[in-house]
Protein backbone atom coordinates (compact mmCIF):
# COMPACT_ATOMS: atom_id res chain seq x y z
CA UNK A 1 0.00 0.00 0.00
CA UNK A 2 0.95 3.73 -0.76
CA UNK A 3 -0.19 7.00 0.50
CA UNK A 4 0.27 10.02 -1.44
CA UNK A 5 0.87 13.11 0.81
CA UNK A 6 -1.53 15.87 -0.79
CA UNK A 7 -2.31 17.48 2.56
CA UNK A 8 -5.51 18.12 4.99
CA UNK A 9 -7.06 20.82 2.79
CA UNK A 10 -7.82 18.16 -0.31
CA UNK A 11 -9.73 15.64 2.47
CA UNK A 12 -12.34 13.75 0.59
CA UNK A 13 -11.41 15.95 -2.39
CA UNK A 14 -12.64 13.15 -5.41
CA UNK A 15 -9.61 12.54 -7.73
CA UNK A 16 -8.61 10.90 -10.53
CA UNK A 17 -5.21 9.37 -10.79
CA UNK A 18 -2.49 9.04 -14.05
CA UNK A 19 0.22 6.78 -14.03
CA UNK A 20 2.83 6.00 -15.96
CA UNK A 21 5.11 3.90 -14.59
CA UNK A 22 6.49 5.06 -11.35
CA UNK A 23 5.18 8.90 -12.55
CA UNK A 24 1.53 9.61 -10.87
CA UNK A 25 -0.41 12.96 -11.40
CA UNK A 26 -3.34 13.34 -8.84
CA UNK A 27 -5.87 15.99 -10.49
CA UNK A 28 -9.36 17.01 -8.90
CA UNK A 29 -12.19 15.22 -10.46
CA UNK A 30 -14.84 18.35 -10.13
CA UNK A 31 -11.92 21.47 -11.16
CA UNK A 32 -9.61 19.34 -13.15
CA UNK A 33 -6.59 21.44 -10.70
CA UNK A 34 -3.44 19.34 -10.38
CA UNK A 35 -3.35 18.29 -6.81
CA UNK A 36 0.36 16.68 -7.35
CA UNK A 37 2.87 14.90 -8.91
CA UNK A 38 4.87 12.20 -7.63
CA UNK A 39 7.31 10.08 -8.00
CA UNK A 40 6.48 6.39 -6.55
CA UNK A 41 9.87 4.26 -4.62
CA UNK A 42 8.91 1.52 -4.25
CA UNK A 43 11.15 0.78 -0.75
CA UNK A 44 8.62 4.01 1.15
CA UNK A 45 5.15 3.56 1.97
CA UNK A 46 4.62 7.27 2.32
CA UNK A 47 5.21 9.03 -0.86
CA UNK A 48 6.18 13.06 -0.44
CA UNK A 49 5.12 15.13 -3.46
CA UNK A 50 7.00 16.64 -5.90
CA UNK A 51 8.31 20.04 -5.05
CA UNK A 52 7.42 23.13 -8.14
CA UNK A 53 9.20 25.63 -9.46
CA UNK A 54 9.74 28.41 -6.36
CA UNK A 55 8.29 26.27 -3.43
CA UNK A 56 10.40 25.71 -0.02
CA UNK A 57 13.16 27.26 -1.42
CA UNK A 58 15.28 29.36 0.56
CA UNK A 59 16.16 32.87 -0.40
CA UNK A 60 18.62 33.15 -3.55
CA UNK A 61 21.71 34.65 -3.49
Known amino acids: ?3 LGLGR ?3 GTRVRL ?3 GDDVLVASLD ?3 ILGEFTIDPTRGYQ ?3 KGPGE ?3 PSS
Open 1 to 3: MRH
Open 18 to 20: LIH
Open 31 to 33: SGE
Open 48 to 50: AKK
Open 9 to 11: ANK
Open 56 to 58: NQG
